[in-house]
């Protein structure tokens, strides 16, 4: 099995959104929809202040409510990996998936009638190459590599330096970290 | 980004769409890129640093815009708008095709015409001017690469006067205080060699939302490896995010800040001594200058604590000549702009930063021989001594200045071309003066991709294709590598738009002035250029992107005599030319005007999502940041008892209005200002999704300050509060 993760430095980001662009392009996401999206959180109080831009998207969890939830099938890991993806022909567009989703990564409804996500580009990494987002990032803040290889850059990340990912209390075992 | 509304959007898309869901599954979408992909090298042009890029289609379709791995503009990553441009060729409001104003029934109205008929319109109109007035009348306002063609056809015709409100709305004062200091201004991109830099120090520039790629780049990288960042802003901008130090400065007292650094670098003794005996002159009168500038005068005046003050100026010194005080990019700001830019120029001196690792690189362009033709004529008269006569040492136009000379019967200019830049946004308060302007002018040609509203002043609108539909000039930029750089069309133009070389070189046809254009097709003028230093057309549309060896030196040598061009061939802390046109030689503190009771400084800027308001309307853009808000801080919003997204307009105290434009209540700006950002509230309903769309900050500057030195127009004097809707 190959784990996948996203490692974002969030104290090199700027918010800039060319995540969400380089996405929309790369994968036509329709008009009004966004697979991801940046977070500002601005703590304390004027002038001693902090503030975190984070860009957010689907956690790719080892432990996916969605796909466990999921009536059909459709929700399902991509080959032997942790990337979620959602076969849009067994799609009914119930929407358990959104319910099960903590990180409200889902799309409400591709056009088509099927529910959308980030897909981590999983025909790019077929391929090699990053996801759209992490190529795009003008800042390289943004690093997608093999977990469960340790000499990878996004494990030697993590190795040494401190972060977070969000809503772990959830047992999703989230594949998108900040560093901090 | 509104990611709720978003959703609201999808649900009710969704409904529509589930259908098909429900009656049996829908079949899985092709994966990206697996249909006929096609690619085509370009150079952005969503901004002015021109990041060099590749264009994808898929089945001939737009699928995206990369940027080039070579480019040192952009090292394979267009910024948020550069990846955004895609969405320009697909905008349906762009322009469509040539018009012509015209009375009907004693209205006025534009009509649809064919190019030969808006040709023949603007000559016969060219040549009433040349008859009744010379044919020196005419100026270009221009900010983009197609308007080096007109001005060729302009000076052709005997016209010669032009200006880029880049530099009397911009990034004049400091390329004028740096010419007088350095003698040479910065440049675009800029030399500065953050990469390397070990400090580096902003004032007011906000780097990341101000998305210039590569300086947005070297940034982080410096970050990166430990530098120190200090950033001077009343806001908590994105960079004062990252920053060390941030210095929450009283709006407008920067220069008393810069004052107080030299007075501690030079009394603590911690500027570079053998620096400036090398390269410096008038040192002994900066020293006494700056005598009385101490940080506890300073405080009273910026709000800064004194002990902060000499902190920031130790850590400058101790990390310099790898030091940048950083000389912004927008700096029309108080009027006295030339005076600050040159305090930052002096600074930059003082720790020994210009042409030194970490400071200012020396830049470099590729030599590239111009295409053999005609020189154009020499100007009958000296049109800078006519109209801009009391800016001596500026040498480029002044667009506030051709302004006020195309006002009235008795005016110099008689007729403009307007290049792609919206005066109305760009220069500030300027809507009336436009308003008269326009009565007098016998011809406002507009050339333009989109409509933009000055095109509502216009005689003649030319439609422009865009960057994805054209070649352009060879980009060839003084910079750290000698790059030359390919922009070519992905697509064939849309409706009626044109290329500007075709726009210019057929216009050239209507006025007898082909001479001036001989080439049938711009490829050939590419071609030969890359041809004389070794290349070819063929091969740049292959590699988009081509360095050049550098033949200079990137620093300065050390120990080796450096010659500079300004009037003692020294760094001039002390300015003769400022001394000997009567303005100050050494940098002069003026305090700003403070806001009348209930109204707030009036702060604006950038935002990475777009370039001023020329990127509003991009589908692609807009979706991301649809409009502007006002920042507010939350003991300001409790004193007007505005709520956090609710809907204000925002009033000068000459009783001017904004659009509405919904409120961001934020601990990130001072109590006694408010921002931002720029280049929305757009008036034209032709722009359909731009128009209305937040506010207009141009609109409400009321008290502009024009700088003595290069006349240049200071934005940041205004004044606004907040007024409810409902009120």
Not at chain 1, 100 to 110: E, F, K, N, T, V
Not at chain 2, 592 to 602: S, T
Not at chain 2, 624 to 634: D, G, S, Y
Request: proline share 7%; aromatic share 8%; net charge neutral.
């Amino acid at each position: 099995m190959i784990n996948y993760a996203m490692v974002i430095d969030t104290t090199a980001c700027i918010g800039c959104g060319d995540c969400v662009v380089a996405c929309k392009n790369e994968n036509q996401v329709p008009a009004g929809l966004n697979r991801d999206w940046v977070v500002e959180e601005t703590r304390g109080e004027y002038p001693h202040l902090h503030t975190e831009f984070r860009s957010e998207r689907c956690n790719h969890c080892g432990h996916a409510t969605c796909v466990t939830n999921c009536p059909t099938g459709a929700s399902h890991y991509w080959k032997d990996t942790n990337i979620v993806l959602v076969a849009a022909e067994k799609c009914t567009g119930c929407k358990a998936c959104i319910a099960a989703c903590p990180y409200d990564a889902r799309l409400i409804m591709h056009p088509q009638g099927y529910i959308d996500k980030c897909t981590f580009c999983h025909h790019r990494v077929d391929q090699g190459m990053d996801p759209a987002c992490v190529s795009a990032c003008p800042t390289g803040c943004m690093y997608f590599g093999i977990l469960n290889d340790p000499d990878s850059q996004v494990s030697r990340l993590l190795r040494t330096r401190r972060h977070k990912t969000l809503l772990p209390e959830t047992g999703n075992i989230p594949n998108v970290y900040y560093l901090v | 980004m509104y990611r709720r509304e978003f959703l609201k959007l999808s649900a009710l898309m969704g409904s529509a769409g589930l259908l098909p869901g429900l009656l049996g599954g829908c079949s899985a979408p092709p994966l990206p890129g697996s249909g006929e992909v096609a690619t085509r090298r370009t150079v952005c042009n969503i901004c002015f640093w021109q990041c060099a890029a590749t264009l994808y289609t898929e089945n001939g379709k737009p699928w995206k815009v990369v940027g080039n791995p070579k480019d040192p503009h952009c090292n394979g990553r267009l910024c948020t708008r550069g990846t955004g441009g895609i969405a320009s060729y697909s905008d349906p409001d762009r322009l469509r095709q040539p018009v012509i104003r015209v009375s009907r029934n004693g209205k006025q109205t534009f009509q649809p015409v064919t190019w030969e008929e808006a040709f023949d319109t603007i000559a016969g109109k060219m040549r009433a001017i040349a008859r009744e007035h010379g044919r020196d009348r005419i100026a270009l306002f221009s900010h983009g690469d197609g308007g080096k063609h007109f001005q060729r056809l302009l000076q052709a015709y005997g016209s010669h006067a032009y200006a880029h409100p880049s530099f009397a709305q911009c990034r004049g004062p400091r390329e004028t205080a740096f010419g007088l200091t350095f003698g040479e201004g910065v440049g675009s991109p800029d030399r500065t060699d953050m990469a390397n830099s070990r400090c580096i120090v902003l004032i007011g520039s906000h780097i990341g939302e101000n998305l210039h790629n590569s300086q947005v780049q070297t940034l982080m990288q410096a970050l990166d490896q430990g530098a120190t960042l200090i950033t001077v802003d009343p806001r908590f901008s994105v960079p004062a995010s990252k920053s060390r130090h941030w210095l929450p400065i009283k709006p407008g007292t920067d220069t008393a800040l810069l004052l107080a650094w030299m007075n501690v670098l030079i009394n603590e003794q911690l500027y570079d001594r053998t620096y400036v005996e090398q390269h410096c002159s008038g040192f002994d009168e900066l020293a006494r200058h700056v005598q009385p500038y101490n940080p506890e005068w300073a405080y009273l005046e910026t709000g800064l604590e004194p002990a902060l003050i000499r902190e920031t100026a130790r850590a400058m010194a101790q990390a310099a000549p790898a030091t940048l005080i950083h000389p912004g990019r927008h700096v029309t700001w108080y009027g006295d702009d030339t005076q600050r830019c040159r305090a930052i120029a002096i600074l930059n001196a003082l720790l020994g930063s210009w042409g030194r690792p970490g400071g200012f690189y020396q830049q470099e362009k590729v030599d590239l021989p111009p295409y053999p033709a005609p020189e154009p004529p020499g100007p009958e008269r000296d049109w800078k001594a006519i109209v801009q006569g009391d800016y001596p040492l500026v040498s480029t136009g002044i667009s506030n200045v051709l302004i006020d000379h195309s006002v009235g019967p008795g005016a110099f200019f008689k007729g403009w071309f307007i290049y792609a830049t919206n005066l109305i946004t760009t220069i500030p308060g300027i809507r009336s003066q436009l308003k008269q302007a326009a009565e007098s002018l016998d011809l406002i040609v507009v050339v333009d991709t989109m409509p933009a509203e000055i095109t509502g002043y216009a005689d003649v609108v030319l439609p422009e294709c865009t960057y994805l539909e054209r070649y352009d000039d060879l980009r060839n930029k003084a910079e750290r590598t000698p790059t030359l750089a390919l922009r070519s069309p992905g697509f064939s133009p849309r409706f009626e738009s044109k290329p500007a070389w075709w726009i210019a070189k057929t216009l050239a046809g209507h006025l007898d002035l082909e001479e001036y254009f001989p080439w049938q097709d711009y490829r050939e003028v590419l071609d030969w250029q890359l041809r004389q230093v070794g290349s070819s057309l063929a091969e740049m549309e292959h590699v988009g992107v081509k360095a050049f060896p550098r033949k200079t030196p990137v620093y300065f040598e050390p120990g080796k005599t450096v010659r500079f061009n300004t009037p003692s061939g020294r760094i001039e802390l002390y300015s003769q030319h400022l001394a000997g046109t009567g303005h100050d030689p050494l940098p002069k503190y003026t305090p700003p005007e403070r806001p009348p009771d209930g109204f707030f400084h009036l702060n604006y800027g950038r935002a990475a999502a777009h370039t001023f308001g020329r990127t509003i309307n991009n589908p692609l853009l807009f979706e991301l940041m649809p409009e502007n808000t006002v920042w507010v801080h939350p003991s300001a919003a409790a004193i007007l008892r505005v709520g956090n997204g609710e809907y204000v307009r925002l009033k000068n105290p000459e009783g001017t209005h904004s659009n509405r434009i919904r409120v961001r209540i934020t601990q990130r700006i001072r109590p006694d200002s408010v921002f931002l950002v720029h280049g929305f509230g757009h008036t034209d309903p032709r722009q359909r999704l731009a128009y209305g769309a937040g506010a207009d900050d141009a609109g409400l500057m009321h008290n502009i300050k024009i700088d003595p030195v290069m006349g240049g127009t200071g934005m940041r004097a205004s004044f606004v509060t907040l007024v409810r809707e409902d009120a």
